[in-house]
């Protein structure tokens, strides 16, 4: 059906900038909104930014301002422009997809914001 796999984590300082990638095969004319969730150390897994086929975007409280989601319909890509990095934003970040045969989910990247 869907296949999504992400890339873009790595290291980064406090205050440092960061993209992600979520790269999507299989049937990506029948995605619908698409996101990115991500679980820090010891904590469950909590969204961080949603966006529909339309381009309307949500976001996390804790994010806001500092985190721009995107999308590029035609290549079936998502993505996570994310600046002002803090270190409780390092976590394992997931993107998803919402299909009318359920939803589907990467296996995540690593983001780790330290000096």
């Known amino acids: 059906q869907v296949q999504l796999v992400e890339s873009g984590g790595g290291l980064v300082e406090p205050g440092g900038s960061l993209r992600l990638s979520c790269a999507a095969s299989?049937?990506?004319?029948?995605?619908?909104?698409m996101g990115w969730y991500r679980r820090a150390p010891g904590k469950e897994r909590e969204l961080v930014a949603t966006?529909?086929?339309?381009?309307?975007?949500n976001y996390a409280n804790s994010v806001k301002g500092r985190f721009t989601i995107s999308r590029d319909n035609a290549k079936g890509t998502e993505y996570l422009q994310m600046s002002s990095l803090r270190s409780e934003d390092t976590a394992v970040y997931y993107c998803?997809?919402?299909?009318?045969?359920?939803?589907?989910w990467g296996k995540g990247t690593l983001v780790t914001v330290s000096s």
């Open positions: 299989g049937r990506i004319s029948s995605i619908n909104a």
């Open positions: 998803n997809a919402y299909t009318p045969f359920g939803t589907v």
């Open positions: 966006i529909s086929n339309e381009g309307y975007t």
